[in-house]
């Protein structure tokens, strides 16, 4: 009888030992496999708010309106992280910079995720991790009205200037596909879409959204009839390294955002919310 208690008592305390130990490890190791958080959803739950990291400058996915007198960053991948953070049961606070600067901002925990209309490429999955797509779109070319049948063709770009954003797939799409005109790269959208206004480029690689944004918002630009490859222009978020609680946490929020066409509500929604000049 006391043998057999006493067996007891050593067998539970092995099995309390084992579970310390292996949760000791798993805080260490910052994954989620383990049974522990990872330290961006520790953060998160800690904070009581997801802090969102995105470059505003891209109506319709993310763009500044002002609302009732007051500035604020809307669009569709704003209203996704919105959802994002409910789930979760936190706030969202949005953090607006330049695309180019995203994945750092992430890489050094200055923001928790990065929604901003992101393309999960290979080369930026060495770095970060990526959710699932949860929204696709083809590359287009923005042209002045008054250019329209001068550029029609990628050859008739041939000595032009091209703009695209700075760290952007575009970047690598006008190199690849335009090897004869000059790519410029500026760090915001609205700042090529002043360039080409201004006639400082002779066209902008947008996707296609944010072009039918632009110029519903410019007259005086058009979509050109130019056929680039379509290459890779899926959006999907972004997440530190190692947090693949955060990961799945947001896949399930997209599962149920796809399943439900709230994202194809969304889209609607923030593209005529823009605001027409
Ligand atoms: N999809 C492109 C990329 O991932 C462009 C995204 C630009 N986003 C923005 N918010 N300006 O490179």
Redesign the pocket.
Known sequence: MLKGSLKKLIAVSLVVGSMFTFAACGSKQEASNSGTQSQTMERIKKNGKLVLG??A??PP??FHKSVDGKDEIVGFDVEVAKQIAKDMGVKLEIKDMK?DGLLAALDQGNVDIVV????PTEERKKNVDFSKVYYNAVQTVIVKASDKDKIKSIDDLKGKRVGV?K????EEIAKKQMPNSEAVALGK?SDLVLALKNNRVDAVIV?LPVATSNVNANKDLVISGIKLQTEE?G?AVAIKKGSADVVSAIDKTLDKLIQDKSIDKYVTDATNSVEVK
Not at 116 to 119: I, L, P, R
Not at 167 to 170: D, E, N, S, V, Y
């Open positions: 995105t470059s400058d891209y996915y993310e695309f901003a209309g992101m393309t954003q760290g952007a797939i575009q959208i996707e222009a959006s």
